[in-house]
C-alpha cells in the first residue's frame, strides 16, 4: 500500500519561494505518476503540476508555467515542487496524489487513487 507525505508548507511573501516534498513509503516509487493539487478557499481542486513515471514528462496548469517546476528521485521516493515568484493568489491546501502507471496529463486531468495529508500554502503580506 502505497502512503504520501507533504511538508514543506508555510507562510511566505509575495515573490518568494518554497520547495515542497512528497514522501511515498509502503511501495516502489517507481510505477507511479505524481501529481500536486491545490485547494483554494471557494474554489475546485486544481492540478497544479504532474510529472510521469520516470519524469520524462511534465504538466503544469497555466497559471504556474514558468513559476514552478515539478522533479522526481524515485531512488528516494521522493517527488518536489519548487514554486517560485509565488503571488497570494497560489494560497491554498497543496496535495501530493500518486496513480500507477499514467502519464503527466492523464494524472493532472484524471482521478488520483492516492493522497497525502496535505500542507498549508500561504502567500501574504
Known amino acids: 500500500q502505497l502512503q504520501l507525505v507533504e511538508s514543506g508548507g508555510g507562510l511566505v511573501l509575495p515573490g518568494g519561494s518554497l520547495r515542497l516534498a512528497c514522501l511515498a513509503s509502503g511501495s516502489t516509487l517507481d510505477y507511479y505518476a505524481i501529481g500536486w493539487f491545490r485547494q483554494a478557499p471557494g474554489l475546485e481542486r486544481e492540478g497544479v503540476s504532474c510529472i510521469s513515471t520516470r519524469g520524462r514528462s511534465t504538466n503544469y496548469a497555466d497559471s504556474v508555467k514558468g513559476r514552478f517546476t515539478i522533479s522526481r528521485d524515485n531512488a528516494k521516493k521522493t517527488v518536489y515542487l519548487q514554486m517560485n515568484s509565488l503571488k497570494p493568489e497560489d494560497t491554498g491546501v497543496y496535495y501530493c496524489?500518486?496513480?500507477?502507471?499514467?502519464?503527466?496529463?492523464?494524472?493532472?486531468?484524471?482521478?488520483?487513487?492516492?493522497w497525502g495529508q496535505g500542507t498549508q500554502v500561504t502567500v501574504s503580506l
Open positions: 496524489a500518486a496513480n500507477y502507471l499514467t502519464t503527466a496529463q492523464a494524472m493532472c486531468q484524471g482521478r488520483p487513487d492516492y
